[in-house]
């Protein structure tokens, strides 16, 4: 004849059990709704950098254009103060730098050849970026939202386990219950109440006395005499 008691400790601990695993994996969750904020960052601030070098190197190919620009216009103005020059050393020296805006004006165009290539290439570079990135962005929000769903259901659950917890322990006599309490604190996650194992607490393995082992056979709840965890046996 198994303990009175032995059934509804059983029903509790399953409970209480389930709903210790459901707060530790609850107590998980800002770790990882933190990595993949963090993974967000990460693809929005790569796709901004990809950008930005483009910008960067748009803002070269202006900067050469704008300066071709003021070279091509200065040497108009040196062409038209040159049919107005009397000297011939000054109108030597205005040929010799409207000669010289032109061999700048070349190498400058020559660099803007290179220079577009590489804004074609930052281009489609950054695009390629910001759609893999989109991609993953995307991936990261659902993963985010998931757990977001996830954590609600759990804490329903837990919250229900909560409320449902003083119908499981209403028949329990209170001096086994403050035990099972007790064992239950345990941050090993340990269950408190343990079959007995060929001879052996299921909980620290030790080989438990024969006294206690007989009250076991006999159906009772004993304590283990090493562990102290409560201890019943199947009835065989
Ligand atoms: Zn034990």
Do not use: W
Request: aromatic residues 2%; glycine residues 2%; negative net charge.
């Amino acid at each position: 004849m198994a303990d009175q008691n032995l059934e509804a400790l059983l029903i509790l601990q399953d409970a209480d059990l389930r709903r210790k695993g459901m707060e530790n994996r609850l107590a998980l969750l800002p770790k990882e709704m933190d990595a993949i904020i963090a993974r967000r960052d990460k693809l929005n601030a790569s796709t901004a950098a990809a950008a930005e070098a483009l910008k960067k190197e748009e803002l070269a190919v202006k900067q050469a254009e704008a300066e071709i620009a003021r070279l091509t216009s200065e040497s108009q103005k040196l062409q038209q103060q040159s049919a107005l020059v009397k000297k011939n050393n000054e109108y030597q020296a205005m040929l010799a730098q409207i000669a010289d805006n032109k061999r700048k004006i070349g190498e400058i165009e020559e660099e803007l050849l290179i220079k577009f290539d590489r804004v074609e290439e930052l281009k489609s570079n950054a695009e390629k970026i910001r759609r893999a990135n989109a991609l993953e962005l995307r991936n990261a929000r659902t993963e985010f939202e998931e757990l977001l769903e996830f954590s609600k259901t759990v804490k329903a659950e837990i919250a229900k386990s909560i409320a449902d917890r003083p119908a499981l322990t209403a028949k329990i006599p209170d001096e086994l219950l403050n035990t099972y309490q007790r064992l239950l604190k345990n941050k090993d996650n340990s269950a408190p109440l343990t079959k007995l194992d060929n001879g052996c607490c299921g909980n620290c393995h030790m080989r438990v006395t024969m006294q206690t082992a007989n009250e076991l056979s006999k159906g009772s709840i004993e304590h283990c005499d090493n562990c102290q965890h409560l201890l019943y046996a199947d009835p065989e």
